[in-house]
């Protein structure tokens, strides 16, 4: 049977590589996949993981029809075994009812990829349909950590190095940005809430918010 999978988690988690890893598989076995993405880093029509692998995919423009694109490769003579999708948080909640069409009505297997909650901590309503439809939603098994040791759970932004909770949902960017540009931090709840970044907690500092990570 078919599913709509939702890998999610926070920023610098390994859903890209994981994406790029799923299509690598199925392709050494002879499947051939159409792979959308949307406002990636790396560039227009780019799936690109922080590991340094980057691959060819469809630029999922605002107003594209997911299912209609499918159904135009079949018609065309393609092949497509399987969707995968980067960066779903950024699609509109009608593209992800495409994407549960190409499940349901033409049986493709559908891997979605993206964060679920943006810096303010309110989903992406490309996440949210998601979760509304997915068969499955899969959180990924490497852990990104806060600064504390605990298991990051939420995506902060940073302008100029303060962490900020107003502005546009939408800012394309990366972790570790120099100063003076908008970057974004991987934070436990906690930290989140308390709005500590590492620079603004002097990470490792001795202090009672520090736990101990541990190596097991
Ligand atoms: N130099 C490195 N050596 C080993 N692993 C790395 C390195 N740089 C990044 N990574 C791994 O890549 C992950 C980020 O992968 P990526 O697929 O780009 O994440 P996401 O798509 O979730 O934002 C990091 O969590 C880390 O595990
Ligand atoms: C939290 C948050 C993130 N973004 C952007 C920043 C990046 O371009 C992507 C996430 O990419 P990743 O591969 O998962 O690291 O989303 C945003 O626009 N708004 C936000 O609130």
Not at 58 to 73: F, G, H, N, S, T
Not at 100 to 129: H, K, N, W
Not at 151 to 178: I, Y
């Amino acid at each position: 049977m078919s599913e709509l999978v939702f890998f999610s988690g926070t920023m610098d988690c390994g859903k890209s590589t994981l994406a790029l890893q799923i299509g690598h598989n199925r392709s050494a076995r002879g499947l051939q996949g159409v792979i959308f993405t949307r406002d990636d880093r790396a560039g227009e029509g780019k799936l690109s993981s922080r590991l340094g692998l980057v691959t060819e995919a469809v630029e999922a423009d605002e107003d594209m029809d997911l299912y209609a694109y499918i159904v135009a490769q079949l018609s065309k003579g393609g092949r497509v075994d399987y969707v995968i999708v980067d960066e779903a948080q950024f699609l509109a909640p009608d593209q992800i009812d495409q994407l549960a069409r190409v499940v349901d009505d033409l049986e493709m297997d559908v891997f979605a990829f993206g964060i679920t909650t943006d810096f303010r901590t309110r989903l992406f309503p490309g996440s949210q349909r998601l979760v509304e439809l997915a068969d499955r939603i899969e959180q990924l098994q490497v852990e990104a950590l806060c600064w504390c040791g605990a298991r990051a759970t939420h995506n902060a932004r940073t302008v100029d190095g303060e962490m900020v909770v107003e502005g546009a949902q939408v800012v394309v960017g990366d972790v570790n940005r120099p100063a003076g540009e908008v970057g974004y931090e991987v934070l436990c709840r906690r930290h989140h809430r308390r709005r500590a970044t590492a620079a603004s907690a002097r990470a490792g500092a001795l202090s009672p918010d520090v736990l101990p990570v541990s190596s097991a």
